[in-house]
C-alpha cells in the first residue's frame, strides 16, 4: 500500500458558495423560511419599542373624579404629561425634592358643599372638578398643609412640600 503525501491525501476540493440553488421542491420551504425570519425580527424590534406608560384608573369621591399615581419614571413622566388637561394637579414632595405617596387629601368647596377626601397612592393627582373655589388640606409625613385655589378655565397646580 502506498501512502500519499499529507497534503495529497487531505485536499478537499473548495467549493464556491455562490451561486446556491436550492432544489425546485425546496424552493417554497425556503421562501417560506425566509419570510417567517423576516417577521420574526419585525415583531422582535416591535416587542422592544418603548410602550406609552398608561394613567392609573379614575376614581371617584363625591362629585371628584381623580386619578393619583407617578411612581416610576414612566407613569410619573406621564402623569407630568397630561397634568395640563386636568383643570387641579396636586404634587407631593419631601423637602429634599423626594416625592411622597399616601396623603391624605380633603377638598372643600369654599361656596358650601360636601367635602371629597381621598388617599393619594402617589406623588401626582389629577383632578377633574367643577369650576369654583376650593380648600385643599393635605396630611403626610406628619404635617398638615391647606391652600385655597380657583379652579377655572386654565390648570391649576399646588405644589405641597413635606
Known amino acids: 500500500m502506498a501512502l500519499l503525501p499529507l497534503t495529497r491525501r487531505c485536499a478537499m476540493p473548495v467549493l464556491s458558495p455562490l451561486p446556491f440553488r436550492l432544489p425546485r421542491r425546496l424552493a417554497p420551504l425556503g421562501l417560506c423560511a425566509l419570510l417567517t425570519s423576516g417577521a420574526s425580527a419585525v415583531q422582535a424590534q416591535a416587542d422592544s419599542a418603548p410602550r406609552p406608560a398608561v394613567l392609573p384608573p379614575v376614581q371617584t369621591a363625591g362629585a371628584l373624579h381623580y386619578q393619583c399615581g407617578g411612581i416610576g419614571t414612566d407613569e410619573s413622566t406621564a402623569m407630568r404629561a397630561a397634568m395640563k388637561d386636568y383643570p387641579l394637579s396636586l404634587l407631593f414632595a ?9 396623603v391624605d387629601v380633603r377638598i372643600t ?9 381621598l388617599r393619594a397612592g402617589g406623588p401626582v393627582c389629577l383632578l377633574q372638578l367643577p369650576a369654583g373655589s376650593y380648600r385643599v388640606e393635605v396630611q403626610g409625613a406628619g404635617q398638615n398643609h391647606s391652600r385655597t385655589v380657583q379652579v377655572g378655565r386654565a390648570p ?6 413635606f
Open 156 to 161: 391649576q397646580t399646588l405644589d405641597f412640600r
Open 94 to 102: 419631601r423637602a429634599d425634592g423626594a416625592y411622597e405617596a399616601n
Open 109 to 117: 368647596p369654599q361656596g358650601g358643599g360636601d367635602a371629597m377626601q
